[in-house]
């Protein structure tokens, strides 16, 4: 069973970069592609992008100029990396797998709550 | 980037009740599309991919169906656990992109 695990600082200021892991147990990143994806509280879902370790990845263009995306098979984690943060950028930020099966994200972490402010 | 169009955006139904809900795509996508449930404070759950099959482990009274740019996601006998928020997210191409999603509740 594939599990996600999402973390870093609940906190972060205006401008800062925003850092984030997501460990996975139960496969490797260097399978599938892997997305990173947001939800403002309250609002819907927003796909920030994707990686596939080694191969390629992929931004929304949207976020494209402050994101970055990374993976470490040494222990199996990914990373994302958004920076110049605003107050726009607060959101539970989810890692997610793209899978095999319509290339669905069939596996999401819990999410973690990351707030910019001062 | 493919724009997805949920309705309605909020829905009261009581148990028992068959509901559908409709995701209509800015330009056609084929059959790539998936059904997500999501109830308060927990991660999205894929329910459907493919536009119309059945995620393992999800139950039989979900069904749902089209392609091209209409589809529609179908309760057919809601449950008490049923009453959560569902999205539908294209992945015909990057930036993949979600309805605002379909608020279920409980009348």
């Known amino acids: 069973q594939v599990q996600l695990q999402e973390s870093g600082p609940g906190l972060v200021k205006p401008s800062e970069t925003l850092s984030l892991t997501c460990t996975v147990s139960g496969g490797s990143i260097r399978s599938y592609y892997w997305s990173w994806i947001r939800q403002p509280p309250g609002k819907g879902l927003e796909w920030i992008g994707e990686?596939?370790?080694?191969?390629?990845?992929n931004y929304s263009p949207s976020l494209k100029s402050r994101v970055t995306m990374s993976g470490d098979t040494s222990k199996n984690e990914l990373s994302l990396k958004l920076s110049s943060v605003t107050a726009a950028d607060t959101a539970v930020y989810y890692c997610?797998?793209?899978?095999?099966?319509?290339?669905?994200?069939?596996?999401w972490g819990q999410g973690t709550l990351v707030t910019v402010s001062s | 980037d493919i724009q997805m169009t949920q309705s309605p955006s909020s829905l009261s139904a009581s148990v028992g009740d068959r509901v559908t809900i409709t995701c209509r795509a800015s330009?056609?996508?084929?059959?790539?599309l998936n059904w997500y449930q999501q109830k308060p404070g927990k991660a999205p759950k894929l329910l459907i991919y493919?536009?119309?099959s059945l995620q393992s482990g999800g139950p039989s009274r979900f069904s749902a169906s089209g392609s091209g740019t209409d589809f529609t996601l179908t309760i057919s006998s809601l449950q008490p656990e049923d009453f959560a928020t569902y999205y539908c997210?294209?992945?015909?191409?990057?930036?993949?992109?979600f309805g605002q999603g379909t608020k279920l509740e409980i009348k």
């Open positions: 493919s536009a119309s």
């Open positions: 997210q294209q992945s015909y191409g990057t930036p993949f992109t």
């Open positions: 330009q056609s996508i084929n059959s790539h």
């Open positions: 997610a797998r793209n899978g095999p099966t319509g290339y669905s994200f069939d596996y």
């Open positions: 990686i596939k370790y080694s191969e390629s990845s």
